[in-house]
Structures are given as C-alpha cells and as structure tokens.
C-alpha cells in the first residue's frame, strides 16, 4: 500500500516549458492539497482540492493550474516555468490539519 | 492576516530535554499540529492541541495557550534521530473556509 506518491521526484526543466507533476493517493481521501518549500517561506499553499472536480486557490496560484477528474489523482502544471518556480514540492492528503504528505518533487527551473 | 513564528534552529545534547516555542496571531484559531521533518523527506504529522493544556505523546508533548497564542513542543530523551526540522501550523477558521498555515521550522540538531 503505497498511500501517497509523487512523480518525478527530480526535476529539471528551462524557463518557459510546461511541466506537470503528478501525486497519487490508494487512500481515497476527499481533500487533496499542493505545497511548495522554500527556505525561509515553510510549506505554504498553492492549491487544493475538496473533492472530484472541485479545486481552489491556496495562498501562492500564480502560474500553477490544477486538475482533479478522478478522486485519486491531483497533477500540478506549470504552465510556462519561470526560475522564481525552482523549489520542493509536496502533495498531501487528509483534512485541514492532520495531513499526510509524499515524498515531494524537487524542481529546478533553468 | 497570521504570523507564526519558531525559532529558526536549535541545538540539544543527546539524552536532554528540548522545548521548540511557535507563538502565532491569526483570527478564527481553530487548532495547532507539529509536524516533524527530516532533511530530503516528507513532513510527518506529530501532534494536534485545540484546547488550552499538554499532550503527551510518549517522549514529545505539546502545549497550548490560546490565550497568549503560544505553543511548544518537547521532546525528552532527545536521541539522534530527533535530529530534524519541526514545523508549528495553525489551522484558521475563516468565514465557513479553514486553511492551515504553517511556521518557517526549527531546525534541531541533537548532538552526542
């Protein structure tokens, strides 16, 4: 049982390209969520999503697009990266507080 | 809006006592987590406090004060593996709509 995984765990795109990271959860949590990381910041938001088909804004959407047509699956697109989008990634389930996170995606932006 | 602040790192002897203090200001409180974090890995949930007082949990408690807006976390018999970065995250309640807002870290280093 695999709970929650990300794909890929590394990264490495130019400026300007589109990219997707993928998060995949066996547990079939309603609430899905993305974080970036960046040192001095701590996880802060970008998306989430309450159920099947239902998503919105966290603290930081800017330049990110989310999806959600099965319950399971929550990709993240960066729809033309920029460097100020280098940082870890994490997706998470759970609820608002008890959280379970995967093992994140370290994207670089060059 | 929230402000959460921890310290930024801290070190502790293996075998001691360590309390990472997070004080927060947020409107709508509506519970705090500790979360642990290992360097490279993913945040792991530790703990939840919603009212005033301690929960222990084994070898790490956690403590509130909604009145001052202050929480810590402790942890005992400190080993090297609790060498790890220790994240404070306030879930607000705003209008109907929760969100869960998270402190810079502690960084810990537990040394022999």
């Known amino acids: 049982d695999a709970g929650i995984t990300q794909s890929p765990r590394y990264k490495i795109t130019e400026t300007g390209r589109q990219v997707t990271l993928m998060c995949h959860q066996t547990?079939?949590?309603?609430?899905m969520f993305w974080y970036r990381q960046d040192l001095g910041h701590g996880l802060r938001l970008i998306y989430y999503?309450?159920?099947?088909?239902?998503?919105d804004k966290g603290e930081v959407p800017d330049g990110y697009v989310v999806s959600r047509s099965k319950t399971e699956n929550f990709p993240l697109t960066l729809e033309s990266a920029t460097r100020s989008q280098t940082s870890v990634y994490f997706c998470?389930?759970?609820?608002?507080?008890?959280?379970?996170f995967g093992p994140g995606t370290r994207l670089t932006v060059t | 809006g929230q402000n959460i602040d921890q310290p930024t790192e801290m070190t502790a002897t293996e075998g001691a006592i360590v309390q990472i203090n997070c004080t927060y200001q947020t409107s709508g409180f509506n519970g705090l987590f500790w979360y642990q974090q290992h360097a490279g890995e993913a945040p792991t949930f530790l703990s939840y406090n919603v009212l005033d007082g301690l929960e222990e949990k084994g070898r790490f408690s956690s403590f509130l004060s909604r009145s001052k807006g202050y929480s810590y976390l402790l942890l005992k018999e400190l080993q090297m593996k609790d060498s790890a970065s220790y994240l404070c995250a306030v879930r607000e309640d705003s209008g109907g709509y929760n969100k869960l807002i998270f402190g810079a870290g502690t960084r810990l280093a537990v040394h022999p």
């Open positions: 998470a389930t759970g609820g608002w507080g008890e959280q379970y």
């Open positions: 999503s309450a159920a099947a088909d239902i998503t």
């Open positions: 547990w079939s949590h309603s609430y």
